[in-house]
């Protein structure tokens, strides 16, 4: 019975060990700021696609005009945007609108550097 529980153990720490783990580099467990890599994340069509997908899909039922919103977010490895943040709004409503609109952002192209696609921490002023 001994033996049957020995070979039993053996058996079961080599499937363990025998698992795929995809070991991150030491570049992708960094998060970056555009000046620190050397291809920054894009939205798909660049700058302007992007700031066409905001003003489409921005909400703006208050009808506030000439004010300035700011934000920070991620782009992951993966292309999605994470961590959406509002740096400065003059109006919670448009910060909370903003925040939304880019939590619901479609994939980005990935930041690279040295050949890994990496976190990247972007900042984005959206003029209402």
């Known amino acids: ?4 529980l020995t070979l039993m153990i053996i058996i079961f720490v ?18 970056y700021t555009v000046d620190n890599i050397q291809v920054a994340p894009e939205f798909t069509g660049g700058e302007k696609k992007f700031d ?11 009808g506030i005009k000439g004010t300035e919103i700011s934000a920070s977010f991620i782009v992951e490895m993966d292309g999605t945007v994470s961590n959406v943040e509002i740096i400065k709004a003059d109006n919670v409503g448009s910060g909370k609108e903003l925040k939304r609109v880019l939590k619901m952002s479609p994939k980005w192209l990935q930041g690279e550097h040295e050949g890994y696609h990496v976190r990247t921490k972007l900042k984005y002023t959206f003029k209402v």
């Not at 019975?1 to 049957?4: G, L």
């Open 52 to 62: 066409e997908y905001v003003r489409t899909n921005f909400t703006n039922s208050k």
């Open 14 to 31: 080599n499937v363990l060990s025998a698992q795929n783990s995809e070991e991150l580099s030491p570049y992708q467990k960094v998060l």
């Open 1 to 4: 019975m001994k033996k049957i």
